[in-house]
């Protein structure tokens, strides 16, 4: 069981916009702590795609943002391309220690 | 940038020790904190512990009674020792970099470690 929650899965169609949430509570988003979201592509290391909650590295498109508020954060991605089928997994903080979320596989349709 | 390459056996037995090392290419270990993650097949990640380039340690609560992390700054490489394994052991580990908002910005590209006699 996750410390942070995600939805197992999500989908959409090429060229619409998809949004994948992440639960926490008062010990972690809750406190303030920031989130982050990696991309992992199959077969592949996970790759940062947001640090601090809504801040892209260089090189991420900017069809993928982040937010955050209360106790929850959300990704979102527009103009949804194929290459985007990837599981996501939000990350923060809890108690001196790092905590994912259970990931979420996006299938784009 | 900086790279980082896992290594070790990919087969452990079980009740024995899993050791494996990230070794850096490309930047220096000083100034920053590393951490351990795995992926047991078809799951989710979790992270392990990490360790400052100082050698000060923090580990996840669920493995800390088997689990030593250790850094090398000389050879520019930190290390990971889990003792007793188990299947439930069976995972790619990755090794990673905190960067920006301690964010894991830099990721080696893991490990399959199998526990299995």
Redesign the interface.
């Known amino acids: 069981q996750s410390v942070l929650t995600q939805p197992p899965s999500v989908s959409g169609a090429p060229g619409q916009r998809v949004t994948i949430s992440c639960t926490g509570n008062s010990s972690n988003i809750g406190a303030g702590y920031d989130v982050h979201w990696y991309q992992q592509l199959p077969g592949t290391a996970p790759k940062l795609l947001i640090f601090g909650n809504n801040n892209r590295p260089s090189g991420v498109p900017d069809r993928f943002s982040g937010s955050k508020s209360a106790t929850s954060a959300s990704l979102a991605i527009t103009g949804l391309q194929a290459e985007d089928e990837a599981d996501y997994y939000c990350q923060s903080y809890d108690n001196y220690l790092r905590v994912f979320g259970g990931g979420t596989k996006l299938t784009v349709l | 940038q900086v790279q980082l390459q896992e290594s070790g056996p990919g087969l452990v037995k079980p009740s024995e020790t899993l050791s494996l090392t990230c070794n850096l290419s490309g930047g220096s270990i000083n100034n920053y904190y590393w951490?351990w993650i795995r992926q047991p097949p078809g799951k989710?990640?979790?992270?392990i512990g990490?360790i400052q380039y100082t050698g000060s340690t923090?580990y996840?609560?669920s493995l800390k009674s088997r689990l030593a992390i250790s850094v090398d700054t000389s050879k520019n490489q930190f290390s990971l020792k889990l003792n007793s394994v188990t299947s439930a052991d069976t995972a790619v580990y990755?090794c990673a970099r905190h960067?920006?908002?301690?964010?894991?910005?830099s990721?080696?590209?893991?490990t399959l470690v199998t526990v299995s006699s």
């Open positions: 951490s989710g990640l979790e992270w990490y923090v996840s609560p990755y960067g920006a908002a301690a964010s894991f910005d990721w080696g590209q893991g």
